[in-house]
C-alpha cells in the first residue's frame, strides 16, 4: 500500500511566520503535489515536483515556494503566512509516465493563520 | 476559470437508492477522468476513472459515465449504502508525453446517505 505522511495534522501559526509542511512518501513515486483544498473551491495545485530538485508551479503558487531534496520528501514553505493561506493542504504522489494518472493522497494538514 | 465544476455543492440520498453525481468540464483537451472520494480529517482516495475512449467504467457498484460531446461525466452508485457517505471529487486529466499527470479537481459534492 502506498503511503503518504504529513507532518502535521493540525498547525496553528502568526502572520508573517514561515512556515514549513513536509510531506513523504514510501513508494519511489516520481511525482509528488502540493494542493489546498477550501470550501466551495475543491483542490487547487499548489506546486509539483517530477523529479529531484525539479518543481513547477501549479495554479496557485503565489506566496509559496517548494523544496524537493529527496526523492521521497517534498516540503511546502510559507515564506510569511498570511490569514489567507489558512486552509487544508493535501499532499499527493504518484508515478510517472502515459497513462499514470492516479495520485495518492496524505490525511491533509489544517493550518491556521491568526 | 474552473474547467471542472460540480454544480451541486451536496446531495441526499435514501439507502438503497441510486445516487448520481454530476462533473461538468470546459476543456476539451481532457482524456482521462477521475472520481475520488473523501471523508473528513482523511485525504482522497481513488475510487474509478474513466479514459476519454471509453463512455462507461464499471466497478462493483460504481459506474462512471462519460459524455464527450456534452463534456459530462457522471458517478452512479448504486445500491447506496451509508459508508458512502463522504465528499467525491471529479478530477480531469490533459495527457502528457513527460513529467507528472496533473490532475485538475471539481468542488466537489457531498453526498449524504439516509438510512
Known amino acids: 500500500d502506498v503511503k503518504v505522511t504529513q507532518s502535521s495534522r493540525y498547525l496553528v501559526k502568526r502572520t508573517g511566520e514561515k512556515v514549513f509542511l513536509e510531506c513523504v512518501q514510501d513508494?519511489?513515486?516520481?511525482?509528488m503535489f502540493w494542493y489546498r483544498q477550501d470550501p466551495g473551491l475543491g483542490l487547487r495545485l499548489i506546486y509539483f515536483?517530477?523529479?529531484?530538485?525539479?518543481?513547477e508551479k501549479g495554479d496557485i503558487p503565489e506566496g509559496y515556494s517548494v523544496s524537493r531534496e529527496k526523492k521521497e520528501r517534498f516540503s511546502l514553505i510559507l515564506e510569511s503566512a498570511s490569514t489567507n493561506q489558512t486552509s487544508m493542504y493535501l499532499c499527493?504522489?504518484?508515478?510517472?509516465?502515459?497513462?499514470?494518472?492516479?495520485?495518492?493522497f496524505g490525511p491533509g494538514t489544517r493550518l491556521t493563520v491568526t | 476559470d474552473q474547467q471542472v465544476k460540480q454544480n451541486s455543492p451536496s446531495l441526499s440520498v435514501q439507502e438503497g437508492r441510486i445516487s448520481i453525481l454530476n462533473c461538468d468540464y470546459t476543456?476539451?483537451?481532457?482524456?482521462?477522468f477521475l472520481w475520488y472520494k473523501k471523508y473528513p480529517a482523511e485525504g482522497p482516495t481513488f475510487l474509478i476513472s474513466?479514459?476519454?475512449?471509453?463512455d462507461k467504467n464499471e466497478d462493483g457498484r460504481f459506474t462512471v459515465f462519460l459524455n464527450k460531446s456534452a463534456k459530462h461525466l457522471s458517478l452512479h452508485i448504486v445500491p447506496s449504502q451509508p459508508g458512502d457517505s463522504a465528499v467525491y471529487f471529479c478530477?480531469?486529466?490533459?495527457?502528457?508525453?513527460?513529467?507528472?499527470?496533473?490532475?485538475?479537481f471539481g468542488q466537489g459534492t457531498r453526498l449524504t446517505i439516509n438510512p
Open positions: 474513466i479514459s476519454s475512449i471509453k
Open positions: 476543456n476539451s483537451m481532457f482524456d482521462y
Open positions: 513508494m519511489d513515486h516520481e511525482n
Open positions: 478530477a480531469a486529466s490533459v495527457r502528457r508525453i513527460q513529467g507528472a499527470q496533473k490532475l485538475v
Open positions: 515536483s517530477y523529479d529531484v530538485k525539479m518543481k
Open positions: 499527493a504522489s504518484s508515478l510517472s509516465g502515459q497513462g499514470l494518472y492516479e495520485q495518492y
